[in-house]
């Protein structure tokens, strides 16, 4: 057995270098569509084809940014109609 084969690997971080160029793009989009759900906010990005929903949803946690989580809200079961 080699010795460094016995080293576990260093974790890669990919999530930067993926959207690090489109930070600015980014942030702009949050703030130009603030209902936007990260599924619809994937579909604005303009490398929507090589990065994944869960990446920009890890970036935008990175950024400390918000966005829309739900598409609708759930009923208020408690009021009687």
């Given at each position: 057995m080699k010795p460094e084969t016995s080293l576990p690997r260093k974790r890669q971080r990919g999530v930067q270098l993926k959207l690090a160029p489109y930070e600015q793009k980014i942030r702009q989009l949050v703030a130009d569509h603030p209902d936007a759900t990260l599924v619809e906010l994937h579909a604005l990005l303009p490398n929507?084809?090589?990065?994944?929903?869960?990446t920009l949803l890890h970036f935008l946690k990175r950024l400390k940014m918000t966005w829309k989580q739900r598409l609708l809200l759930r009923q208020n079961r408690s009021v009687k109609t």
């Open positions: 929507k084809d090589n990065v994944t929903v869960v």
